[in-house]
């Protein structure tokens, strides 16, 4: 089985950074899309970063400019480095992989999700 432990988190002044990081584990053949998600309280979990197994990316125009998404193959790690935070950040931030394991078998795995906080 594929696990997916995020690592990052926490709680930050308005203007801070912070660095996201999401290591796979377990059966894992190859590793295609990466991404971040988050889930504000009340609302939809939203796609936040996508980055592609040839490394394009995508960002949500609310993060564009102030977050990079990033993957270091060696270490099946995605890491999201987010700057300029803002309250409106808050939320709770999910990573996700699609991965095609050993026994041929491809599934989207999520992270156990990690907090995020901005304080005013």
């Known amino acids: 089985q594929v696990q997916l432990v995020e690592s990052g988190g926490g709680l930050v002044q308005a203007g801070g950074s912070l660095r996201l990081s999401c290591a796979a584990s377990g059966s894992i053949f190859v590793i295609h899309n990466m991404g971040w998600y988050r889930q504000a309280p009340g609302k939809q979990r939203e796609l936040v970063a996508f980055?592609?197994?040839?490394?394009?990316?995508n960002y949500a125009d609310s993060v564009k400019g102030r977050f990079t998404i990033s993957r270091d193959n060696a270490k099946n790690t995605v890491y999201l480095q987010m700057n300029s935070l803002k309250p409106d950040d808050t939320a709770v931030y999910y990573c996700?992989?699609?991965?095609?394991?050993?026994?041929?078998?491809?599934?989207?795995?999520w992270g156990q999700g990690t907090q995020v906080t901005v304080s005013s």
């Open positions: 996700n992989a699609r991965i095609r394991n050993n026994y041929s078998y491809t599934a989207d795995y």
């Open positions: 980055i592609s197994s040839d490394g394009s990316t």
